[in-house]
């Protein structure tokens, strides 16, 4: 199964992006999306289950918001008043089955390519 990523960009202090990640040749029973700032360690944004249940980090919590179109086999990630330090690489990824430690990079085998979103005024 691969992932691709797309809808990142440049955008000023307080804007919006939406990231979506499409799945080809499979489907995930979790998805979810990851980041890299500079310098810093991957880091947990967001997942969702099959059943609909969405997950968050403290940080993004209240101003991201992870959805999943089923039909297309499209996670989405609407990314609102956004931070410089929301800075970094988001990369979605996928599992056949849920893990309870759902916000472990190494939980993940399937990896989208990264899409870049840069904050800046």
């Known amino acids: 199964v691969q992932l691709q990523a797309s809808g990142g960009g440049v955008v000023r202090p307080g804007g919006s992006l939406r990231l979506s990640c499409s799945a080809t040749?499979?489907?995930?029973?979790?998805s979810g999306w990851f980041r890299r700032a500079p310098r810093k360690e991957r880091e947990f944004v967001a997942a969702i289950r099959s059943n609909g249940a969405k997950y968050y980090s403290d940080s993004v919590r209240g101003r991201f918001t992870i959805s999943r179109d089923n039909a297309k086999n499209t996670v989405y990630l609407q990314l609102n008043s956004l931070r410089p330090e929301d800075t970094a690489v988001y990369y979605c990824?996928?599992?056949?089955?849920?893990?309870?430690?759902?916000?472990?990079?190494?939980?993940?085998?399937?990896w989208g390519q990264g899409t870049q979103v840069t904050v800046s005024s």
């Open positions: 990824v996928g599992r056949h089955s849920w893990a309870v430690n759902y916000y472990s990079p190494a939980q993940y085998g399937n």
């Open positions: 040749g499979g489907t995930f029973s979790a």
